[in-house]
T-cell receptor
Framework: NAGVMQNPRHLVRRRGQEARLRCSPM?????VYWYRQLPEEGLKFMVY????????ESGMPKERFSAEFPKEGPSILRIQQVVRGDSAAYFC??????????????FGEGSRLTVL | AQRVTQPEKLLSVFKGAPVELKCNYS??????LFWYVQYSRQRLQLLLR??SRESIKGFTADLNKGETSFHLKKPFAQEEDSAMYYC?????????????FGTGTRLLVSP
């Protein structure tokens, strides 16, 4: 099992461009989470998805950010019209269950976005 | 709202010395506490969770509800313990989307 796969590992964008980050969960995992880590801060929850459904997007900025997890293919975090403040490491994680009582969260290696 | 505080950005010790990475939390309900570790060039991974009450790689952590702490301890540090350590909390009986992380402590173990 290759684990949670994220790409690209590094992405450079100019202000106003779009950034697309992809995440393939571990085999057999249907729960996907996106976290953002700003410099000098901890990981902060953004969005939780299951196949074709957004379950919880309470951590997503209201504008410019969107996420999807289609029936086929990876989960995608999309940032439109990027600004310098979007520069961060974006981590994807997956789990087999919701993690309410047991289970483990598995993380990808992260995608580091730099906005010039 | 819950909050996790790791007061030390960097902790530097010599091999064989005891290690304590501090974690304090703020949450009025019943918490579940975790320690995650990220070794150099590797993914963030679960080290231990308080409900398991187990020792992993010689590390232990006890939940102290009176002091709202969940410090990570190891009696004799090894060079391979050098890594970034994150304390995390979620309310009991909630899903992973409720997980809140501290800012992390970098542990450096010198020979």
């Amino acid at each position: 099992n290759a684990g949670v796969m994220q790409n690209p590992r590094h992405l450079v964008r100019r202000r106003g461009q779009e950034a697309r980050l992809r995440c393939s969960p571990m085999k057999g995992h249907s729960h996907v989470y996106w976290y953002r880590q700003l410099p000098e801060e901890g990981l902060k929850f953004m969005v939780y998805l299951q196949k074709e459904n957004i379950i919880d997007e309470s951590g997503m900025p209201k504008e410019r950010f969107s996420a999807e997890f289609p029936k086929e293919g990876p989960s995608i975090l999309r940032i439109q019209q990027v600004v310098r403040g979007d520069s961060a490491a974006y981590f994807c994680a997956s789990s087999q269950g919701q993690g309410i009582e047991t289970g483990e969260l598995f993380f990808g290696e992260g995608s580091r976005l730099t906005v010039l | 709202a819950q909050r996790v505080t790791q007061p030390e950005k960097l902790l530097s010790v010599f091999k064989g010395a005891p290690v304590e990475l501090k974690c304090n939390y703020s949450y009025s309900g019943s918490p579940e506490l975790f320690w995650y570790v990220q070794y150099s060039r590797q993914r963030l991974q679960l080290l231990l969770r308080h409900i398991s009450r187990e020792s992993i790689k010689g590390f232990t952590a006890d939940l102290n509800k009176g002091e709202t702490s969940f410090h990570l301890k190891k009696p004799f540090a090894q060079e391979e313990d050098s890594a970034m350590y994150y304390c995390a909390l979620k309310p009991k009986n909630t899903g992973f989307q409720k997980l809140v992380f501290g800012t992390g402590t970098r542990l450096l173990v010198s020979p």
